[in-house]
């Protein structure tokens, strides 16, 4: 397949997704409920201003994301597939990627990979940030999955 979304300067960008993309998304992870649930460790870390968070998805496992409403910087280590509306993203190695607000992934990992989302931010708690960035905060795999929390204070 290789990288089929719209490059800035031979860099991949992840577009904002519009309501058919958006759609297939609800539809694909409501089926994803349906299937056997993955346990997967969420870190984060709120340092200098900014909120990153990771998790690492196992080789064969598909994630659909929640809708994410501002801009971020993705940052892939791994071998994934990102569906993104008409799209699609393959990455095999580390990869940072802008992404624009208004998206929702559906992702395949082809082997473990670790998925790192990064945004500026004023929050000081992790339910902070992550209302910052979706409305969807209840469904995240952190209200239900193991943490790491590091909050420097920085």
């Known amino acids: 397949m290789g990288y ?4 800035t300067e031979n860099k ?35 340092h200098g201003g900014m909120y990153l968070r990771t998790i690492v998805i196992p080789a064969g496992i598909a994630v659909v994301g929640v809708m994410i409403k501002i801009p971020t910087t993705v940052i892939i280590n791994g071998k994934i597939t990102f569906y993104v509306g ?17 998206r929702q992934q559906i992702v395949v ?14 929050a000081t708690t992790v339910e902070e940030a992550e209302m910052e960035f979706t409305d969807e905060w209840t469904e995240l795999f952190s209200r239900n999955d193991e943490n790491e929390i590091n909050i420097t204070g920085e």
């Open 12 to 46: 991949i960008v992840i577009p904002t997704m519009n309501s058919d993309h958006l759609q297939l998304a609800k539809r694909a992870g409501e089926y994803l409920m349906t299937t056997p649930p993955v346990q997967m460790t969420t870190s984060h870390v709120i």
């Open 4 to 7: 089929l979304v719209k490059r």
């Open 86 to 102: 008409d799209s699609t993203i393959e990455i095999d190695g580390y990869e940072i990627i802008p992404a624009r607000a208004g």
């Open 109 to 122: 990992a082809i082997e473990d990979t670790s998925v790192t989302m990064v945004f500026p931010t004023e």
